[in-house]
C-alpha cells in the first residue's frame, strides 16, 4: 500500500463530534484469519482503541468530504499532464473515510496482501488473536498519522482512500488555505494511482515480494543472532546503516532472499512515494496557488520532534524511516527528471529491472547510465 501521511508527531485534539459524521467507517466484510493476525479482531481493536479526530461542525464535516471527494477527480488532469503517465481508464471515485474506516480497510488490505485467510477451526480458538490485539493497536497509532492512501489490492481498479479528519487536522495546524491543501494531498494519492494503472505489472511485483518477505527460512539460528549482534555493534560505532534503524536491525535477521525481497521493497516505496512526492509539487501555483507554502510548512512539520512516547513509536513503526524515504525518493527523481526529461524518466515503469537499486537511489546517475546508457 501506498499512502501520504503526517510524518509529524501524529495525535489531533480529541473532540465529540468526529470529522468523519458523514463519511464511510466502521468494518467491511474479512477474511476470518490471516497467518498469525486475525485481522477481523485487529481492526475491532484499532476502531476501539483510535482517538477522536479535531473537533468540527456538521457543515464543515460535509464540506471536507465533497470537497476532498471532488478534489480527487480534479487532480487527475494535473497528474496525468506532469507525469506523462497513460492512463485513459475511467476516473474511481475515492472513499473519503474517518480513522475507523481507515482501519477497516487496512486489515482488508493486509489480509488479502498477506495471505488468503484459514478457517479459525483449522487453527484453534485462540489463533492469531495475539498477533490482532498487536496489529489494531498499531492501526490505531497509524490512523492518527495517514492523510490518503491508494490500495492497488482492493478491487479491480484499487481504491483511494482519504483520512478526513486527519487532513482537517493537519491543515488547521499549518494554517494553509484548506482547498489548497486538500488538493494536494490529493495529487500525491492520484498519482499512485496512476502508477499501478500504468504499470499493472507493479501489484504482482509487490505481492510477489512481500510473499517471499513472508516465508520461513531454515537458516541456522546461531547465524540469524551474529548478523544481529554485528549490525547493533555497527549502530554504536556509529556506521551509516543503508536501510536505517529499525528496517536495518529486520535485515539482520533475514536469511538473504528474505533480504533481497525487502530491499526491493524498499527500492519500489522510495520510488512510488518520491515520484508522488516530484508530481505533486510540479504541478505548480497554477494549480495549487499557495503549493510552496504548503510544500515548506508541511516539511517543517515533519521535522518537529514529538514527545519521548511518540518518538519511540515513531521509531518502532518506522515513520522516521519513511520520512527520508519520502526525501530520497523524491531528490532520485528530481535529479533524473532534470537530467534527462519526464519521457526518459518514465522508461523507470517497464519492468522490474528498469526499478532503481539501491545505490541508484543515492546517485541517480548510475541509474541513467545502466538503464538509459
Known amino acids: 500500500m501506498t499512502e501520504s501521511r503526517d510524518s509529524s508527531a501524529p495525535g489531533v485534539p480529541a473532540g465529540e463530534h468526529r470529522d468523519g459524521v458523514l463519511v464511510e467507517t466502521g468494518a467491511r466484510s474479512r477474511s476470518a484469519l490471516t497467518g498469525a493476525v486475525d485481522w477481523a479482531l485487529a481492526a475491532r481493536t484499532g476502531a476501539a482503541l483510535v482517538p477522536a479526530g479535531p473537533r468540527t461542525t456538521r457543515h464543515a464535516a460535509e464540506q471536507a468530504v465533497a470537497e476532498l471527494s471532488a478534489a480527487s477527480i480534479?487532480?487527475?488532469?494535473?497528474?496525468?499532464?506532469?507525469?506523462?503517465?497513460?492512463?485513459?481508464?475511467?476516473?474511481?471515485?475515492?472513499?473519503v473515510v474517518d480513522r475507523p474506516?481507515?482501519?477497516?480497510?487496512?486489515?482488508?488490505?493486509?489480509?488479502?496482501?498477506?495471505?488468503?485467510?484459514?478457517?479459525?477451526?483449522?487453527?484453534?480458538?485462540?489463533?492469531?488473536?495475539p498477533g490482532g490485539v498487536q496489529a489494531g493497536a498499531m492501526l490505531a497509532f497509524?490512523?492518527?498519522?495517514?492523510?490518503?492512501?491508494?490500495?492497488?489490492?482492493?478491487?479491480?481498479d484499487g481504491t483511494l482512500l482519504l483520512v478526513a479528519p486527519n487532513i482537517m487536522a493537519v491543515e488547521?495546524?499549518?494554517?494553509?488555505?484548506?482547498?489548497?491543501?486538500?488538493?494536494?494531498?490529493?495529487?500525491?494519492?492520484?498519482?499512485?494511482?496512476?502508477q499501478f494503472s500504468s504499470a499493472p505489472w507493479l501489484a504482482e511485483y509487490m505481492q510477489r515480494n512481500v510473499e517471499l518477505l513472508g516465508e520461513a527460512g531454515?537458516?541456522?539460528?546461531?547465524?540469524?543472532?551474529?548478523?544481529?549482534?554485528?549490525a547493533v555493534k555497527d549502530r554504536r560505532r556509529g556506521e551509516q546503516d543503508p536501510a536505517g534503524g529499525i528496517v536495518g536491525l529486520l535485515r539482520a535477521t533475514q536469511a538473504e532472499p528474505q533480504r533481497e525481497a525487502l530491499d526491493r521493497l524498499l527500492m519500489l516505496g522510495t520510488l512510488l512515494e518520491g515520484?508522488?512526492?516530484?508530481?505533486?509539487?510540479?504541478?505548480?501555483?497554477?494549480?495549487?496557488?499557495?503549493?510552496?507554502?504548503?510544500?515548506?510548512?508541511?516539511?517543517?512539520?515533519?521535522?518537529?520532534?514529538g514527545n519521548p512516547l511518540q518518538r519511540l513509536l515513531r521509531a518502532l513503526l518506522g515513520m522516521d524511516a519513511k520520512v527520508a524515504q519520502y526525501v530520497r525518493g523524491k531528490a532520485f527523481v528530481d535529479e533524473?527528471?532534470?537530467t534527462v526529461g519526464m519521457d526518459h524518466f518514465n522508461t523507470i515503469w517497464t519492468n522490474a529491472e528498469t526499478l532503481p537499486r539501491p545505490a541508484e537511489i543515492s546517485d541517480p546517475q548510475l541509474w541513467v547510465t545502466r538503464v538509459l546508457g
Request: hydrophobic share 40%.
Open 275 to 305: 515520484h508522488a512526492d516530484h508530481v505533486m509539487d510540479a504541478v505548480g501555483p497554477a494549480v495549487v496557488p499557495s503549493v510552496a507554502r504548503i510544500r515548506s510548512a508541511f516539511d517543517q512539520r515533519r521535522q518537529r520532534p
Open 74 to 95: 480534479r487532480a487527475e488532469g494535473p497528474v496525468r499532464e506532469v507525469s506523462g503517465l497513460i492512463d485513459d481508464g475511467a476516473i474511481p471515485a475515492a472513499r
Open 142 to 156: 497509524l490512523s492518527t498519522a495517514i492523510l490518503g492512501q491508494y490500495d492497488p489490492f482492493s478491487g479491480p
Open 218 to 230: 531454515d537458516e541456522p539460528f546461531q547465524e540469524m543472532l551474529g548478523r544481529l549482534l554485528e
Open 172 to 194: 488547521r495546524a499549518l494554517g494553509v488555505p484548506p482547498s489548497d491543501f486538500r488538493l494536494w494531498v490529493c495529487l500525491h494519492e492520484v498519482t499512485h494511482r496512476v
Open 336 to 338: 533524473v527528471v532534470n
Open 101 to 129: 474506516g481507515w482501519i477497516s480497510a487496512a486489515a482488508d488490505s493486509m489480509a488479502q496482501l498477506t495471505g488468503t485467510g484459514v478457517d479459525p477451526a483449522e487453527q484453534g480458538r485462540f489463533a492469531g488473536k
